[in-house]
């Protein structure tokens, strides 16, 4: 019985139990903000049980802000329950990805980007509920914005031929959707060119958006969309197949013009600057490296572009 209590108490600790008393011991963060101003670093802490309290800790370096951050009003900070990290892009470099390599390795999180000041994004949101659930909405709704961890990041950092990215955030009324942030080449994408990426990545499946037509302005319903990519002699061709409804009309046959025209211009506008700056995340050079066997980004810029979609209307498929 004594070695089966002793296991318990081992897969508890494992599993990250900590007991009642010691968690009063603790500041227990989920929600964690960095920006960098006036040579300051400043770091923000969403304490979850203290009430949501924010704190605010400055340094010099990232290894100082962190290291006044040991203790929070006489409590250990404790980052085993963060869940979500939002970086200031003047802050995402190596410098700062290095470290969070090095000091946050055993746990995961997702991470955002945001260009506004870090500070009063979290006076109006500072809970990871705020962010995980407009993510989910935001992706169900636009599909301009996925999960993405730090792992995810790390992972595509360490790839030959990918880069990694970040989801850009901002607020007005509310939180919105901005695009993506790519580190490596300090570029932000719009909205409209991450979805793209998106899309070519099967990341998502379905979107709505804003057609306009004839001054008046549509939702459309996208949805089962497939994409393949193949290269062949020269040219990169895109196959996009799925389905289109609008609540706002009845004759899609104008909707799925400007549909596919809107989404043909956003894929060539992701490639346009894939081959203008040398960065990837559409996958789309991962199929000219597999034949020479290596990032051609000359060989990517001289490439034709074939992009063929086809949307069919609901309760159609694509075998009718």
Request: net charge neutral; hydrophobic share 35%; aromatic share 10%.
């Amino acid at each position: 019985m004594k070695k089966i209590i002793i296991c318990l108490i081992v897969l508890l600790l494992f599993l990250g139990y900590t007991p009642y008393n010691e968690l009063n011991s603790l500041a227990v963060v989920d929600t964690l903000g960095l920006d960098f101003t006036d040579n300051k670093y400043t770091l923000y802490l969403n304490v979850i049980n203290d009430d949501n309290k924010v704190y605010t800790i400055t340094g010099n370096s990232l290894g100082e802000v962190f290291l006044k951050a040991r203790n929070i009003d006489n409590k250990k900070t404790y980052y085993k329950h963060l869940e979500v990290v939002i970086f200031n892009t003047n802050i995402l470099n190596n410098t700062t990805l290095n470290f969070f390599k090095d000091e946050f390795t055993s746990i995961d999180y997702l991470v955002l980007a945001t260009e506004d000041k870090v500070n009063d994004l979290f006076q109006l949101y500072h809970k990871r509920r705020d962010y995980k659930s407009f993510i989910k909405k935001e992706k169900e709704m636009s599909g301009s914005i996925i999960n993405t961890t730090f792992k995810d990041l790390l992972s595509s950092s360490l790839d030959d031929v990918k880069d990694g990215f970040i989801p850009l955030i901002s607020y007005k009324e509310n939180l919105i959707s901005k695009g993506i942030f790519i580190p490596s080449k300090n570029i932000s994408l719009n909205e409209e060119i991450a979805r793209a990426s998106f899309l070519l990545n099967d990341k998502i499946d379905s979107f709505n958006t804003k057609i306009k037509l004839n001054n008046k302005s549509y939702e459309a319903s996208l949805y089962n969309l497939k994409t393949n990519t193949k290269y062949k002699d020269n040219t990169i061709n895109i196959k996009i197949t799925g389905n289109i409804d609008s609540p706002d009309s009845n004759d899609l046959t104008e909707l799925k013009k400007e549909s596919i025209k809107m989404l043909e211009n956003d894929i060539e506008e992701l490639l346009n600057s894939e081959k203008d700056n040398k960065y990837n995340i559409s996958n789309t050079i991962n199929h000219i490296y597999l034949q020479t066997r290596k990032l051609d980004y000359d060989t990517y810029k001289n490439t034709k572009l074939s992009i063929d979609i086809n949307l069919l209307e609901k309760e159609k498929n694509n075998y009718d």
